[in-house]
Each structure stands twice: as C-alpha cells, then as structure tokens.
C-alpha cells in the first residue's frame, strides 16, 4: 500500500507518519535530508531523530530514493519515507545544469517506489508548496512547479492521500473497495 501525505510546514505531516507507522511491526525512516552547514537543519534533523522509536531502522539517502526504498523493503514492513521535497531539492542541486534531467529523475523515482508498495506500507511525506503566492524568482518557480507534478504522480500512484493543516488530517482519497472504479486522474 501507498500513502501520500501532504501538507505545509510543520502541519503535522511526519508526526502522522510515524503515528501510522508505529501501527506496523517492523519499520524503517528513510531520510532524504542533507544536514550541511545549516544548524536550524541540523537541529530540525535531530528533533527527527529523537521522535523515532529506537526500535525503527533508519537509512539517509539524498538522491538515491528508490534504491533506499528498495534496500528498506527488505528490513520492514512499513517504510516512512520523509520527504520527498527534500529529496526534490537534492535532485534539483546535484542536475542543477539540466534542469530536464531533475524532472526526470523524480519522476522516475515515483514509478519506482510505487512498484514496491505492492509488497510493503509505503508512507511518503511531502510538501504542498502550490498554495502560497508565486515565487518572484525563477528557479523557485520551477522547483515549486515540479514539487507540484511530483505530488500528482505520487498522488495519482498512492492508495491513500492525507492533507494535514493545523495537526489535523484530511484524507483526500481512501483505498478503494473491491470493485469500485477508481477516480480519473487529471492530465
């Protein structure tokens, strides 16, 4: 099963994640986080950290996703995979010189990490960054424009979509019943 949860900043999103995920046995957090030289990241990847039971198995991959997420697979039964913005922004810095490339790879990445949903949870964390103003830059204009397709492929790919705001969830789509028709995807 797939999982999709959105939301803005700190609306709650991982904190879902990891309350959906404790529901499972054996569990591992993929982070796509980079911590740098940036000490709010820093301190923001230790507060991550330190939520996450001591029992779930943890794998950093910046770019690497669905290798991460396939190598993941093996070791649990659920795997929370938080975020995808971040890793949308390690693509966009490691093909900053073609841009195409970046769109590609993320892409490619959904289809991937779809695929081995089949046989364990998959929870994607991302953020929804479409409901501000647009950026006046253009790189960040793209990059919020492709953090926008990569939240409909996975959306579309996902058996469950949650919008979180203000701690809350807002569940988008439910598993489907058997024999019921799925919902067309917008092209």
């Known amino acids: ?22 529901r499972s046995g054996r569990v591992c957090y993929v982070a796509t986080a980079v911590t740098g030289d940036d000490p709010e990241m820093q301190a923001r990847i230790e507060r991550h950290r330190a939520d996450r039971p001591a029992s779930w198995q943890t794998i950093e991959e910046p770019l690497a996703l669905a290798d991460a997420v396939r190598h993941a697979a093996a070791l649990a039964d659920t795997i929370v995979v938080d975020c995808l913005t971040l890793w949308l922004s390690n693509l966009s810095w490691n093909f900053r010189d073609t841009p195409a490339r970046v769109e590609e790879a993320a892409h490619t990445g959904i289809l991937q990490i779809a695929a081995l949903a089949r046989s364990c949870h998959i929870i994607l964390v991302s953020n929804e960054l479409g409901c501000g103003t647009v950026p006046g830059v253009d790189v960040t204009r793209a990059f919020r424009d492709t953090q926008g397709l990569v939240n409909q492929w996975a959306g579309e790919a996902a058996d469950e979509v949650i919008l979180t705001v203000a701690g809350l969830p807002l569940y988008l789509k439910t598993p489907q019943r058997e024999g019921a028709a799925a919902p067309e995807p917008l092209r």
């Open 1 to 22: 099963m797939l999982t999709l949860i959105i939301g803005g900043t700190k609306s709650g999103k991982s904190r879902l994640a990891q309350r959906l995920a404790a």
